[in-house]
């Protein structure tokens, strides 16, 4: 069952934030973030694991909540360089090395 | 970081025809690799998993015998479109990763367009 993101698309100025969802029905061991350009591949952002995790890098961060079955993406003061469509994937308890991704959004940063 | 790559980057084929598709870990071993195919402005979706000596694992739709995958060593896994026809051209990724656990590092992806 493919993850639910929210929203489907933002359109955010230069310096403003943003906060992408993603959410399982199921009960999730890991979340992991990613970012696709357009006509490249995915790049990897980071990974939370359960325990209820924040992580960071530079001013884009994340956290997981397992209780709700979600993680959330926060981009602070966004930067040009960080539009594309953000992707969550997730690992379910119990299920090893299965992985689906969610469906993406679609951040467009604009001058 | 961990390295993943793709061969080719782009192919153009006549329908019928038979492509292979190269997918390398550089500077890790991968235990498990990964076969994606993405069409325009959709999420990735996964064709099949791959283990190292192992038959791959197909996902429920995805034609075995249309979609090989051979995954002959801890470093390279082949993704061969046999008799490729036009619904077949989309953006094809492979991913790796070390293990179990651990997160999947992406290829640059192949485009495929089959005339």
């Known amino acids: 069952q493919q993850p639910v993101q929210s929203p489907q698309a933002v359109i955010l100025r230069e310096g403003e934030d943003a906060v992408i969802n993603c959410s399982s029905s199921k009960a999730l061991y890991s979340v992991h973030w990613y970012r696709q350009k357009h006509g490249e591949a995915p790049v990897f952002l980071m990974i939370l694991l359960k325990g209820g995790e924040q992580k960071g890098h530079e001013k884009i961060s994340a956290s997981f909540n397992e209780k709700k079955q979600q993680s959330s993406l926060y981009l602070t003061a966004s930067q040009l360089s960080y539009s594309g469509t953000y992707f969550c994937?997730?690992?379910?308890?119990?299920?090893?090395?299965?992985?689906?991704f969610g469906p993406g959004t679609r951040l467009s940063v604009l001058p | 970081g961990a390295v993943v790559s793709q061969h080719p980057s782009w192919v153009i084929c006549k329908s019928g025809t038979s492509v292979k598709i190269e997918c390398r870990s550089l500077?890790?071993?991968?235990?498990?690799m990964f076969w994606y195919r993405q069409f325009p402005k959709q999420s990735l979706m996964l064709m099949a998993t791959s283990n190292e000596g192992s038959k791959a694992t197909y996902e429920q739709g995805v034609e075995k015998d249309k979609f090989l995958i051979n995954h002959a060593s801890l470093t390279l896994s082949t993704l061969t479109v046999t008799s490729a026809h036009p619904e077949d051209s989309s953006f094809y990724i492979c991913?790796?990763?070390?293990?179990?656990?651990?997160?999947?590092?992406f290829g640059p992806g192949t485009r495929l367009l089959v005339l």
């Open positions: 994937g997730t690992e379910w308890e119990n299920y090893g090395q299965n992985f689906v």
């Open positions: 991913s790796a990763k070390q293990g179990a656990w651990e997160t999947q590092y």
């Open positions: 500077d890790f071993q991968a235990t498990t």
